[in-house]
């Protein structure tokens, strides 16, 4: 019983994810309720416990969760009910997709600019969001209702297996695109900007980065967990909930950081900015330590909250196994 109750969890999880916070809570109960029934009906007309594969068929003639999921939103005219929260997810990737490509943009614009200027660099921004968001929404839109009226719900759904559905857990509570959009753009803009790929010596432009012997050293492995924290965040991005998987490697990449930051902590002088002009600056050794130092903080508490959501995850599946 605690797998079919497994699986019953995992569906409503997943529902769960394409569902506004404010009806994530009470609709995931119906539908657990719910298919608790069905499968209590299923049990009395076979006269014995359902297999995992007749629970899993029973989850596949529900249909795809974020079809169930469409169900209990308010009817939507222009793209189909079963299309509309793919709709969602693909207008969210679009414009959050244009965002960060228009940020990275602007900040290597800024570097590269003698007399930078954050105001008009901002409004710039939005102004081409604004513009790019506009023309994204038409086509995504455009497409969608196009496949809506040209495919029935069977058609779009007809191949998808209960076993693929990932094991959420947290409830399916979403993780924050702002949050992941942040994180990707931050740590990409500190990847390129320790390999010098906007501050480039000796090639017209108005600085260079010059990094220390024991700096020069981690930046390998910087570099590598600068790279897995890009495609973590990216990922993140994409599928915005967590998973027991998902967790344990993000508390690994937070656990490397801290011992990537402990070792950062005491460097001495790790860098300096030098101007062509021949000006020279680099950070005192109290404002390196207290950056660093929020750095940990910022990484140690995102691991804390790894472990409570591992805990929390673990412990429900124990309390499942004795059901």
């Known amino acids: 019983m605690a797998n079919q109750t ?3 969890q995992r569906y409503v999880d997943n529902v769960r994810t394409y569902l506004p916070a404010r009806l994530r809570e009470d609709v995931g109960n119906e539908l657990y ?10 049990e009395e007309s076979l006269g014995r416990m359902p297999t995992e594969s007749e629970i899993l068929k029973l989850l596949k003639q529900r ?16 793209v189909s009910e079963p299309l509309f929260p793919l709709y969602l997810q693909v207008l969210k990737w679009t414009l959050l ?3 960060v490509l228009g940020a990275v943009g602007t900040v290597g614009s800024l570097y590269g600019d003698e007399h930078p200027k954050l105001v008009s660099a901002a409004i710039g921004w939005f102004a081409g969001l604004y513009e790019s968001g506009i023309h994204a929404f038409a086509w995504v839109t455009l497409v969608f209702y196009l496949a809506g009226e040209g495919l029935s719900y069977r ?25 992941s959009a942040l994180e990707f753009v931050v740590t990409l ?10 501050l480039l010596p000796g090639t017209g432009g108005n600085s260079s980065l010059s ?3 024991e700096f020069t050293t981690l930046l390998p492995w910087l570099n590598f967990a600068l790279g897995a924290s890009v495609l973590m965040s990216l990922y993140k991005l994409f599928f915005p909930f967590w998973t027991r998987r998902r967790l344990l490697t993000d508390a690994a990449l937070n656990s490397n950081w801290l011992v990537m930051l402990a070792l950062l902590l005491g ?7 030098e101007w062509h002009s021949g000006e020279f600056w680099q950070p005192s050794q109290g404002g390196w330590q207290v950056a660093i130092g929020v750095v940990i903080a910022i990484t140690a508490w995102d691991l804390f909250e790894n472990i409570r959501g591992l805990l929390h995850a673990y412990s429900g599946r124990d309390a499942e196994k004795h059901v």
């Open 189 to 198: 803009l500190a990847m390129a900007w320790l390999n010098d790929m906007w």
């Open 267 to 273: 460097l001495n002088a790790p860098f300096s900015l």
């Open 155 to 179: 058609r779009v759904f007809a191949n998808w297996n209960p076993r693929t559905l990932p094991n959420v857990v947290d409830s399916g509570r979403r993780i924050k695109r702002f949050d």
């Open 63 to 78: 249909g795809h969760p974020m079809a169930v999921a469409a169900a209990y939103q308010p009817r939507r005219t222009l």
């Open 211 to 213: 990094l220390s012997v």
């Open 33 to 42: 309720s719910d298919l608790q029934d069905q499968r209590d009906e299923l």
């Open 6 to 8: 497994d699986w019953l």
């Open 97 to 99: 997709v244009l965002a």
